[in-house]
């Protein structure tokens, strides 16, 4: 039998609607559904909820809302190794895979385990502060340094592979995944990259000069940013959703993870149609 966490975005207006029919279609069908308890409360169906979703052991997890939300479950989910999935009541839905007009017909392929796992690069984010180092997070997408509010723009030292690149000014940089290549960097001016492109990219936020220009780097290469601010509204974000404050004189440092994000696919979806029917729909 099949244990699979559900996890509700309780923004969406749509969640509400999403959950009943996942719970209806699984009824007395050969899987476990489970919610975290709080949101299992929340949407009127506390029998399906459990404190220690964090622990149990599951096969899956399944999230409603945008990819926002289906980056959290997987970055939640990452440390156990447990595949996330997601269903698209969002804008765009890059990652989540699973339409509401396929709805049921998705999750009969999860029952039926007609899916593929995607492992998709994620990337580690550290930074160097007093001289001491210490380990932030994880992230998918991106892991971005930006100053804050109408604070003055940052003096960035990059380095790659132990090599010192450039010294600029910015409004900051994104340091992202071909995964992310879609999000941010993408309306900062960076490359569109399939994700099963293994590399990291590096974009610079409204530069100072002319001759900086977004990077694709090997996946292997670690990236190091020094800031320099006479202000100390500086922000580094794990895909949009984490932040940490910066301080003047300290070291971002970005490499990939130990292992990769683990992410549901089905075999009738295509990264080209995908993108011509989210980005260029409108074109």
Not at 6 to 29: M, T
Not at 128 to 145: C, P, Y
Request: net charge positive; proline share 4%.
């Amino acid at each position: 039998m099949l244990t699979i966490a559900v996890f509700p975005n309780v923004d969406k207006e749509n969640s509400s609607e999403v959950l009943q029919r996942i719970l209806a279609f699984y009824k007395g069908k050969a899987i476990r559904v489970l919610l975290p308890r709080d949101e299992a409360v929340y949407f009127g169906y506390p029998e399906y909820g459990v404190a220690d979703i964090d622990t149990i052991p599951l096969d899956m997890g399944l999230s409603i809302g945008g990819d926002g939300t289906l980056l959290g479950v997987c970055r939640r989910l990452y440390e156990r190794n447990i595949p996330a999935c997601g269903i698209n009541i969002g804008t765009f839905g890059f990652l989540a895979d699973i339409e509401l007009t396929e709805l049921e017909n998705k999750l009969e392929k999860i029952l039926q385990g007609k899916y593929k796992i995607a492992k998709r690069l994620m990337i580690s984010g550290f930074v160097r502060s007093g001289g001491k180092e210490r380990f932030l997070g994880h992230a998918i997408n991106d892991v971005v340094i930006t100053k804050g509010g109408v604070a003055r723009m940052l003096q960035l030292g990059l380095s790659v592979g132990g090599c010192r690149v450039t010294d600029y000014k910015a409004d900051g940089v994104i340091v992202s995944t071909a995964t992310g290549s879609t999000a941010y960097s993408l309306s900062a001016g960076g490359p569109i990259v399939n994700p099963k492109v293994q590399a990291l990219l590096i974009t610079p936020i409204c530069p100072h000069t002319f001759n900086v220009r977004p990077m694709i780097i090997a996946e292997d290469d670690e990236v190091r940013v020094h800031i320099a601010a006479v202000h100390q509204d500086i922000l580094l974000t794990f895909d949009g959703q984490e932040s940490f404050r910066l301080l003047p004189g300290d070291e971002v440092i970005v490499h990939r993870a130990s292992k990769p994000a683990r992410i549901v696919k089905f075999e009738d979806k295509n990264y080209y149609h995908t993108l011509k029917n989210k980005l260029w729909r409108n074109g």
